[in-house]
């Protein structure tokens, strides 16, 4: 019944931006922890960002930090990841993931590929 699906993934040059959706179905979207990793073929998965129950309660990781912002939309169950002044080294699937005291739940992830 639970479902997380992203996307908004897509290929850019250097300095674009994109952003990413992360519907969550069948959870009640203010009861779980929303959280963004990225990887890439021969690494290890990546921490990007997490949301809590509100707007305010939001962090990134440092590598993205003052380029990239998380939210949350509660009307329409879905998380964000704004990337703005994408660089090659952002590349990677994206995956988002639900965290509830019900369980742990990914989505398949989606393509953000930065080159040129």
């Known amino acids: 019944q639970v479902q997380v699906k992203e996307s908004g993934g897509g290929s850019v040059q250097p300095g674009e931006s994109l952003r990413l959706s992360c519907v969550v179905s069948?959870?009640?979207?203010?009861?779980?922890?929303v959280t963004w990793f990225r990887q890439s073929p021969g690494k290890e998965r990546e921490y990007v960002g997490t949301i809590g129950s509100t707007n305010e309660d939001a962090h990134v990781a440092e590598p993205v930090k003052g380029r990239f912002t998380i939210s949350r939309d509660f009307g329409k169950n879905t998380a964000y990841l704004q990337m703005n002044n994408l660089q090659i080294d952002d590349t990677g699937v994206y995956l988002c993931?639900?965290?509830?005291?019900?369980?742990?739940?990914w989505g398949q992830g989606t393509q953000v590929t930065v080159s040129g």
């Open positions: 069948g959870l009640a979207f203010s009861q779980f922890l």
């Open positions: 993931y639900a965290g509830a005291s019900s369980g742990h739940y």
